[in-house]
């Protein structure tokens, strides 16, 4: 029990404690949608790119945080703007912007003398965040959650079937920009844990762990939270033991809970294989997309078990 608590001794883990569930919780909820609508490049991309924010704001004295913010929100904005209308695909205009965005933080950089101070950008230092740090964290996160509740129905209803969704009165590409704005803020905070290089980690691999597991929407929320606070209590014990990177700790913890869900549902595959046909193969977007029959009658039916069982919005089977 004593080797259980020691580390939570020192106020600085408690903190680092706190604030790894914070960016944990965040990153994984939206992380699911990341991974259902295939956007994990994307992640990477805006978490790169923030490096020329977080560039200006340190050489200007400024909020690391807020510098962060700005480059993100930029660079997601951006990539909407480049691929509005499909007149050049998305893949596209993240590389384009992903490797400019990077090279100028790299450029500017290189301006400065040490390396050594911009270290804890590239890969994140969560045991050193201070109280205006989990503020800021606190509140993104909040943000983030409050928005993915308010448009949960939106958001998965333009993911499955845009073009049913834009029939019944929704916009798609707003609901587009949406996600791209919280996924910005949500790399932002990632960065305080695991830095600019690894925060991808934090957004896909939980979410990629429990879509092995479960298709139930639902269900594949709360386990990917589970899995990213599991492996930020992993993390963080196996940084003040083995004197290791926080952050890194934490993303092999991700890591290995993505092996160990993996080699479970092959286990399950081979031994249940008509019940994994069913419920635990990794989700495909295009299959939870309403019927026809859905269509014509103006009701969303969701055919697969990842939104319930097979009923229309307003509750009637």
């Known amino acids: 029990m004593n080797c259980l608590l020691e580390p939570f001794q020192y106020s600085f883990m408690r903190q680092a404690l706190l604030a790894s569930l914070l960016i944990g919780s965040t990153c994984s909820l939206l992380g699911v949608y990341v991974v259902l609508r295939r956007m994990a490049f994307l992640g990477d991309a805006v978490a790169h790119t923030t490096l020329p924010g977080l560039v200006i704001a340190h050489l200007n004295h400024w909020n690391l945080f807020l510098g962060a913010i700005v480059a993100a929100v930029v660079t997601a904005l951006g990539i909407g703007w480049l691929s509005r209308g499909h007149r050049l695909r998305e893949d596209t205009a993240i590389g384009v912007i992903f490797s400019g965005m990077f090279a100028l933080g790299i450029v500017m950089i290189s301006r400065v003398r040490s390396y050594r101070d911009f270290s804890h950008m590239l890969f994140g230092n969560v045991l050193g965040v201070t109280t205006a740090d989990l503020v800021g ?22 993911t499955v079937d845009p073009l049913h969704g834009e029939s019944i009165g929704l916009s798609a590409e707003r609901i587009r920009y949406l996600l791209l704005i919280l996924l910005a803020l949500t790399v932002v905070t990632g960065i305080q844990a ?4 690894l925060t991808t980690a934090l957004i896909v691999t939980p979410a990629a762990s429990a879509s092995m597991i479960t298709r139930r929407l639902d269900r594949m929320l709360l386990l990917a939270v589970g899995f990213s606070a599991s492996s930020s209590v992993a993390g963080l014990y196996a940084s003040y033991y083995l004197s ?15 092996g160990v869900a993996y080699l479970a549902t092959r286990v399950h595959c081979r031994r249940f294989p008509s019940r994994w046909s069913r419920t635990a193969r990794p989700v495909v977007a295009h299959e939870m997309a309403p019927t026809a029959d859905a269509r014509a009658a103006g009701t969303l039916i969701a055919p697969s078990p990842i939104l319930g069982s097979e009923r229309n919005e307003t509750g009637h089977g």
């Open 244 to 258: 290791i990177s926080s952050g890194g700790a934490i993303v092999l913890a991700c890591t290995i809970l993505f």
């Open 194 to 197: 695991v830095g600019v290089v």
């Open 137 to 158: 964290i606190s509140l993104v996160s909040f943000l983030v959650c409050a928005a993915l509740l308010l448009v949960n129905k939106e958001l998965m209803l333009t």
